[in-house]
Structures are given as structure tokens and as C-alpha cells.
């Protein structure tokens, strides 16, 4: 059984800070990528950042310059650093990963439960 399981996140002025980190657990062969997606109130889920197995990073243009992807491959955990927040960044962001459990002959895609971050301005 794969989890990930996200912490951080909370409050912040607008202008602030916050970071966020995702640790998969479970049976894992391969993880190919793992990444974060936002979802505001009443908009769609979007991409926000990637991290692939080879290093490859992606960043949502609305993002660029203001957060960070980092991943520890032994701990099976990525990070979500954001500077510069504001309102807009406001909605619950989800950890995703895409992974090979042990055991299974192909990958497929998980998501965290998601955890809050509010932007005040």
C-alpha cells in the first residue's frame, strides 16, 4: 500500500513564505516523478511543480522565480519551497507521484490528501 503524506502548509502575509514536503511510503520499486498541484476554491487543479527521477524540474509560469521543487530520493520526499506568496497562491496543494509499487508491472499515479495554504493580504 503507497501513501503520501503531506505536512507544512498553513497561514502567511502576503509576501511571506511557506514550505511544503510529501514522503511516500509503502512498497515502492521506482518513483519516476513526483510533483505538486494546487486546487483554488471554485478553479480546476493545476500543475504547479515536477520533479522527475533524472533531475528534470517544471515550473507553472505563474510560479517561476518564487518557489522551488527539491526531492531527497533516499528519503522518497519532495519539497515545495514558496517565497513571495500572495493571495493567489491561496488553495489546498496536493502531492503527487508517479510510481512503480513493488511488485506491479507498471507505474501509476498517487495524490496526497492535500494541505491548506492562505495567503492573506
Known amino acids: 500500500q503507497v501513501q503520501l503524506v503531506e505536512s507544512g502548509g498553513g497561514l502567511v502575509q502576503a509576501g511571506g513564505s511557506l514550505s511544503v514536503s510529501c514522503e511516500a511510503s509503502?512498497?515502492?520499486?521506482?518513483?519516476?516523478?513526483m510533483g505538486w498541484y494546487r486546487q483554488a476554491p471554485g478553479k480546476q487543479r493545476e500543475v504547479v511543480a515536477t520533479h522527475t527521477s533524472s533531475g528534470a524540474t517544471f515550473y507553472a509560469d505563474s510560479v517561476k522565480g518564487r518557489f522551488t521543487i527539491s526531492r531527497d530520493s533516499a528519503k522518497n520526499t519532495v519539497y515545495l519551497q514558496m517565497n513571495s506568496l500572495q493571495p493567489e497562491d491561496t488553495a489546498v496543494y496536493y502531492c503527487n507521484a508517479d510510481l512503480k509499487p513493488g511488485g506491479s508491472s507498471w507505474s501509476r499515479t498517487y495524490w496526497g490528501q492535500g494541505t491548506q495554504v492562505t495567503v492573506s493580504s
Open positions: 509503502g512498497s515502492i520499486f521506482r518513483i519516476n516523478a
